[in-house]
Protein backbone atom coordinates (compact mmCIF):
# COMPACT_ATOMS: atom_id res chain seq x y z
CA UNK A 1 0.00 0.00 0.00
CA UNK A 2 3.03 2.31 0.96
CA UNK A 3 4.57 1.75 -2.15
CA UNK A 4 1.44 2.25 -4.21
CA UNK A 5 1.53 5.61 -2.72
CA UNK A 6 4.87 6.66 -3.74
CA UNK A 7 4.08 5.67 -6.96
CA UNK A 8 1.29 7.82 -7.38
CA UNK A 9 3.48 10.57 -5.90
CA UNK A 10 6.32 9.93 -8.15
CA UNK A 11 4.05 10.10 -11.30
CA UNK A 12 2.42 13.48 -10.70
CA UNK A 13 6.03 14.72 -10.16
CA UNK A 14 7.03 13.85 -13.66
CA UNK A 15 3.80 15.35 -15.12
CA UNK A 16 4.26 18.60 -13.30
CA UNK A 17 8.06 19.01 -14.53
CA UNK A 18 6.81 17.64 -17.77
CA UNK A 19 8.09 20.41 -20.45
CA UNK A 20 4.76 20.45 -22.66
CA UNK A 21 2.88 21.30 -19.29
CA UNK A 22 5.46 24.44 -19.01
CA UNK A 23 5.26 25.54 -22.72
CA UNK A 24 1.58 25.11 -22.73
CA UNK A 25 1.12 28.82 -20.40
CA UNK A 26 3.42 30.01 -22.41
CA UNK A 27 1.67 29.44 -26.01
CA UNK A 28 -1.56 30.26 -24.30
CA UNK A 29 -0.05 33.77 -23.52
CA UNK A 30 1.21 34.47 -26.99
CA UNK A 31 -2.90 33.54 -28.49
CA UNK A 32 -3.90 36.02 -25.63
CA UNK A 33 -1.08 38.58 -26.94
CA UNK A 34 -1.93 37.55 -30.71
CA UNK A 35 -5.39 38.41 -30.65
CA UNK A 36 -5.40 41.40 -28.66
CA UNK A 37 -2.72 42.78 -31.25
CA UNK A 38 -4.86 41.42 -34.27
CA UNK A 39 -8.02 43.17 -32.61
CA UNK A 40 -6.11 46.71 -32.81
CA UNK A 41 -5.35 45.94 -36.10
CA UNK A 42 -8.82 45.60 -37.01
CA UNK A 43 -9.36 48.57 -35.56
CA UNK A 44 -6.33 50.56 -37.08
CA UNK A 45 -7.89 49.23 -40.77
CA UNK A 46 -11.29 50.44 -39.83
CA UNK A 47 -10.44 53.97 -39.26
CA UNK A 48 -8.82 54.99 -43.12
CA UNK A 49 -12.35 53.02 -44.40
CA UNK A 50 -14.13 55.27 -42.25
CA UNK A 51 -12.32 58.59 -42.73
CA UNK A 52 -12.54 57.99 -46.26
CA UNK A 53 -16.44 57.67 -46.17
CA UNK A 54 -16.82 60.92 -44.20
CA UNK A 55 -14.92 62.23 -46.63
CA UNK A 56 -17.20 61.01 -49.22
CA UNK A 57 -20.20 62.38 -47.48
CA UNK A 58 -18.76 65.52 -46.67
CA UNK A 59 -17.87 66.13 -50.74
CA UNK A 60 -21.32 64.90 -51.30
CA UNK A 61 -23.30 67.14 -48.77
CA UNK A 62 -20.67 70.38 -50.72
CA UNK A 63 -21.88 69.23 -53.92
CA UNK A 64 -25.70 69.16 -52.44
CA UNK A 65 -25.43 73.01 -50.69
CA UNK A 66 -23.85 74.28 -53.80
CA UNK A 67 -26.83 72.60 -56.03
CA UNK A 68 -28.85 73.93 -53.23
CA UNK A 69 -28.13 77.48 -53.71
CA UNK A 70 -27.72 77.40 -57.53
CA UNK A 71 -31.41 76.47 -57.78
CA UNK A 72 -32.58 79.17 -55.24
CA UNK A 73 -30.57 81.87 -57.27
CA UNK A 74 -32.46 80.81 -59.85
CA UNK A 75 -35.69 80.57 -58.69
CA UNK A 76 -35.26 84.11 -56.83
CA UNK A 77 -34.23 85.59 -60.50
CA UNK A 78 -37.57 83.73 -61.91
CA UNK A 79 -39.66 85.22 -59.32
CA UNK A 80 -37.71 89.06 -60.12
CA UNK A 81 -38.35 88.40 -63.63
CA UNK A 82 -42.14 87.65 -63.17
CA UNK A 83 -42.85 90.18 -61.23
CA UNK A 84 -40.73 92.92 -63.82
CA UNK A 85 -43.36 90.99 -66.38
CA UNK A 86 -46.28 91.46 -64.64
CA UNK A 87 -45.70 95.19 -63.65
CA UNK A 88 -44.64 95.84 -67.15
CA UNK A 89 -47.81 93.96 -68.64
CA UNK A 90 -49.85 96.04 -66.49
CA UNK A 91 -48.23 99.46 -67.42
CA UNK A 92 -49.26 98.28 -70.47
CA UNK A 93 -52.65 97.57 -70.07
CA UNK A 94 -52.72 101.08 -68.05
CA UNK A 95 -51.27 103.32 -70.67
CA UNK A 96 -53.85 101.09 -73.30
CA UNK A 97 -56.66 102.91 -71.22
CA UNK A 98 -55.11 106.22 -71.03
CA UNK A 99 -53.63 106.48 -74.77
CA UNK A 100 -56.00 104.47 -76.44
CA UNK A 101 -58.33 106.92 -77.54
CA UNK A 102 -55.17 109.13 -78.71
CA UNK A 103 -55.79 108.30 -82.37
CA UNK A 104 -59.37 109.81 -82.11
CA UNK A 105 -58.48 112.76 -80.16
CA UNK A 106 -56.22 113.53 -82.51
CA UNK A 107 -58.84 113.72 -84.81
CA UNK A 108 -61.05 115.75 -82.64
CA UNK A 109 -58.49 118.32 -82.49
CA UNK A 110 -59.11 119.18 -86.26
CA UNK A 111 -63.00 119.78 -85.19
CA UNK A 112 -61.83 122.21 -82.08
CA UNK A 113 -59.34 124.16 -84.42
CA UNK A 114 -62.34 124.81 -86.52
CA UNK A 115 -64.70 125.82 -83.92
CA UNK A 116 -61.78 128.18 -82.69
CA UNK A 117 -61.00 129.90 -85.58
CA UNK A 118 -65.10 130.49 -86.41
CA UNK A 119 -65.23 131.90 -83.55
CA UNK A 120 -62.43 134.25 -83.94
CA UNK A 121 -63.38 135.23 -87.05
CA UNK A 122 -66.76 136.97 -86.68
CA UNK A 123 -66.52 140.91 -86.10
CA UNK A 124 -67.22 140.96 -82.13
CA UNK A 125 -68.81 144.95 -82.71
CA UNK A 126 -71.23 143.04 -85.08
CA UNK A 127 -72.07 140.60 -82.61
CA UNK A 128 -75.37 142.54 -81.28
CA UNK A 129 -78.94 142.50 -80.46
CA UNK A 130 -79.23 144.31 -83.66
CA UNK A 131 -77.87 141.04 -85.86
CA UNK A 132 -79.62 138.36 -83.97
CA UNK A 133 -79.05 135.54 -86.54
CA UNK A 134 -75.24 136.78 -86.42
CA UNK A 135 -75.58 136.35 -82.32
CA UNK A 136 -77.21 133.53 -81.81
CA UNK A 137 -74.71 131.46 -84.18
CA UNK A 138 -72.04 133.09 -82.52
CA UNK A 139 -73.34 132.04 -79.31
CA UNK A 140 -74.11 128.81 -80.32
CA UNK A 141 -70.25 128.30 -81.99
CA UNK A 142 -68.89 129.94 -78.69
CA UNK A 143 -70.97 127.16 -76.61
CA UNK A 144 -69.81 124.39 -78.29
CA UNK A 145 -66.32 124.96 -78.51
CA UNK A 146 -66.77 125.51 -74.41
CA UNK A 147 -68.67 121.76 -74.34
CA UNK A 148 -65.93 120.37 -76.34
CA UNK A 149 -62.90 121.13 -74.03
CA UNK A 150 -65.10 119.79 -70.97
CA UNK A 151 -64.86 116.89 -72.53
CA UNK A 152 -61.32 117.11 -73.56
CA UNK A 153 -60.57 117.81 -69.72
CA UNK A 154 -63.01 114.98 -69.11
CA UNK A 155 -60.96 112.75 -70.86
CA UNK A 156 -57.77 113.94 -69.77
CA UNK A 157 -56.77 116.41 -73.04
CA UNK A 158 -55.76 119.68 -72.07
CA UNK A 159 -55.11 122.65 -74.19
CA UNK A 160 -51.72 124.31 -74.64
CA UNK A 161 -51.93 127.94 -75.00
CA UNK A 162 -48.10 129.02 -74.32
CA UNK A 163 -48.02 132.34 -74.96
CA UNK A 164 -45.58 134.49 -72.99
CA UNK A 165 -44.24 131.28 -71.51
CA UNK A 166 -40.88 130.06 -71.98
CA UNK A 167 -40.22 127.87 -74.84
CA UNK A 168 -39.96 123.98 -73.98
CA UNK A 169 -39.21 121.51 -76.95
CA UNK A 170 -41.15 118.97 -75.87
CA UNK A 171 -44.67 121.16 -75.32
CA UNK A 172 -43.45 123.95 -78.39
CA UNK A 173 -42.72 123.58 -82.05
CA UNK A 174 -40.79 126.87 -82.98
CA UNK A 175 -41.77 128.14 -86.47
CA UNK A 176 -39.81 131.33 -86.77
CA UNK A 177 -37.46 133.30 -84.11
CA UNK A 178 -38.00 137.28 -84.44
CA UNK A 179 -37.30 139.93 -81.63
CA UNK A 180 -40.05 141.40 -80.14
CA UNK A 181 -40.16 144.40 -78.07
CA UNK A 182 -40.91 144.07 -74.42
CA UNK A 183 -40.47 140.13 -74.80
CA UNK A 184 -38.27 137.93 -73.03
CA UNK A 185 -35.77 136.57 -75.41
CA UNK A 186 -36.37 132.61 -75.42
CA UNK A 187 -39.86 133.11 -74.41
CA UNK A 188 -43.24 132.16 -76.56
CA UNK A 189 -43.86 135.57 -78.28
CA UNK A 190 -47.15 134.27 -80.94
CA UNK A 191 -49.04 131.04 -80.48
CA UNK A 192 -50.36 130.42 -84.19
CA UNK A 193 -51.79 127.55 -83.44
CA UNK A 194 -52.85 125.38 -79.84
CA UNK A 195 -51.37 122.36 -78.76
CA UNK A 196 -52.65 119.82 -76.41
CA UNK A 197 -51.51 116.96 -73.91
CA UNK A 198 -53.45 113.43 -73.04
CA UNK A 199 -52.54 112.71 -69.31
CA UNK A 200 -49.40 114.69 -69.69
CA UNK A 201 -47.97 113.18 -72.45
CA UNK A 202 -47.96 115.89 -75.48
CA UNK A 203 -50.47 114.82 -78.20
CA UNK A 204 -49.96 117.72 -80.57
CA UNK A 205 -47.23 120.42 -79.66
CA UNK A 206 -48.11 124.28 -80.14
CA UNK A 207 -46.92 125.35 -83.29
CA UNK A 208 -45.24 129.12 -81.82
CA UNK A 209 -42.95 131.85 -82.74
CA UNK A 210 -40.07 132.27 -80.10
CA UNK A 211 -38.58 136.04 -79.51
CA UNK A 212 -34.86 136.46 -79.45
CA UNK A 213 -32.52 139.17 -78.82
CA UNK A 214 -32.47 141.80 -81.11
Known amino acids: MASWCVRSVRQSYSLLASPALKRAPLRLLCTATQQKNGSGSEEEAEKPEQNAAE?????????????????????????????????????????????????????????????????????????????????????????????????FTKYGLVKLNPEGQKFDPYEHEALFHTPVEGKEPGTVAVVTKVGYKLHGRTLRPALVGVAKAP
Open 55 to 151: KVLAEEKGKLEEQLKEMTEKYKRALADTENLRNRSQRMVEDAKLYGIQSFCKDLLEVADILEKATESVPKEEVTSQNPHLKNLYDGLVMTEVQIQKV
